[in-house]
Nanobody, 120 residues
Framework: VQLQASGGGLVQAGGPLRLSCAASGTTFSIFASNAMGWYRQAPGKLRELVTSISSGGSTNYVDSVKGRFTISRDNAKNLVYLQMNNLKPEDTGVYSC????????????WGRGTLVTVSS
């Protein structure tokens, strides 16, 4: 499976961005059966799971992004989205997506992330 995130860029604090992540080399049924997550790696920090969406559509968010970020998925297109509103400088980082195992680990090889830079 190959993962490709896109949609990042430079944005002023308070602005929005919408990220997309495409999964190729997999089937609709395999993609749809996996929980998917968006991860963020801030400069000098470890990669962290920011939000996830289950195969059934249930979502989870870390406290720092609750009310500002929305994850969604389009199983027919093997896509995962991240709508980010009211962005803050601390949201800066490289955003990547991956499937999540039942143990909370990333399932597939990491693909190319997309850089989000929020200026104050």
């Amino acid at each position: 499976v190959q993962l490709q995130a896109s949609g990042g860029g430079l944005v002023q604090a308070g602005g929005p961005l919408r990220l997309s992540c495409a999964a190729s080399g997999t089937t609709f049924s395999i993609f749809a059966s996996n929980a998917m997550g968006w991860y963020r790696q801030a400069p000098g920090k470890l990669r962290e799971l920011v939000t996830s969406i289950s195969s059934g559509g249930s979502t989870n968010y870390v406290d720092s992004v609750k009310g500002r970020f929305t994850i969604s998925r389009d199983n027919a297109k093997n896509l995962v989205y991240l709508q980010m509103n009211n962005l803050k400088p601390e949201d800066t980082g490289v955003y990547s997506c991956n499937a999540i195992t039942s143990y909370g680990l990333a399932r597939w090889n990491w693909g190319r992330g997309t850089l989000v830079t929020v200026s104050s």
